[in-house]
């Protein structure tokens, strides 16, 4: 049973570029979570999905950032116009129905901006 | 807004020794707290998790204490090993969120 994945590992994109990060959750789980987490830093949460809706976004910044989860296919995180300060390595972490609690997460996105 | 410290920041044992990191947390309405390991390089995993009904609960060689009314919890791991060396996250979640609010991590280095 593959856990949660996540591509590309590592992305570099140049100021204003786009960064798009996807997250395929566990098998059988229908709720993904993003997290930030800066150099030094604990994470922090961003977003959480469930399957074509968005539950709760208060961590995601105002501008420039959007989430989704389609019905078909991965999670995606959009970074438009990307500065310096979105370096940083962005998880996602997903959850049965019902279970909240457990999380489980991916190996994480490390996105670098020039 | 909610918040959860951590300390140590750092942290260094010989192999064999415990370690103990220390969390106290914010949100009275907080009532689930798990704990993480960070390899370099990975995603966090989680090693142990406790309930706010539940003071203390042990897998091996980790434990983990909460004291509700001081709002703290705390991760105990006893006959330390190299393979312990990580960064370890506790984080809280409040009944009726699903939002996990991370501390900032304790590198634990466990020397042989």
């Known amino acids: 049973n593959a856990g949660v994945m996540q591509n590309p590992r590592h992305l570099v994109r140049r100021r204003g570029q786009e960064a798009r990060l996807r997250c395929s959750p566990m098998?059988?789980?229908?709720?993904v979570y993003w997290y930030r987490q800066l150099p030094e830093e604990g994470l922090k949460f961003m977003v959480y999905l469930q399957k074509e809706n968005i539950i709760d976004e208060s961590g995601m910044p105002k501008e420039r950032f959007s989430a989704e989860f389609p019905k078909e296919g991965p999670s995606i995180l959009r970074i438009q116009q990307v500065v310096r300060g979105d370096s940083a390595a962005y998880f996602c972490a997903s959850s049965p129905e019902g279970r909240p609690d457990t999380q489980y997460f991916g190996p994480g996105t490390r996105l670098t901006v020039l | 807004g909610e918040n959860v410290e951590q300390h140590p920041s750092t942290l260094s044992v010989q192999e064999g020794d415990s370690a103990v990191i220390k969390c106290t947390y914010s949100?009275?309405?907080?009532?689930?707290f798990p704990w993480y390991k960070q390899e370099l390089g990975r995603g966090p995993q989680l090693i142990i998790d406790i309930r706010s009904n539940v003071g203390e609960k042990k897998d091996q060689r980790i434990a983990v204490t909460l004291n509700k009314t001081a709002k703290h919890f705390s991760l105990h791991i006893t006959e330390t090993q190299p393979e312990d060396s990580a960064v370890y996250f506790c984080?809280?979640?409040?009944?009726?969120?699903?939002?996990?609010?991370f501390g900032t991590g304790t590198r634990l280095k466990v020397l042989a």
């Open positions: 098998k059988g789980h229908s709720h």
């Open positions: 949100d009275s309405a907080s009532n689930y």
């Open positions: 984080a809280a979640r409040t009944s009726g969120t699903y939002k996990y609010i």
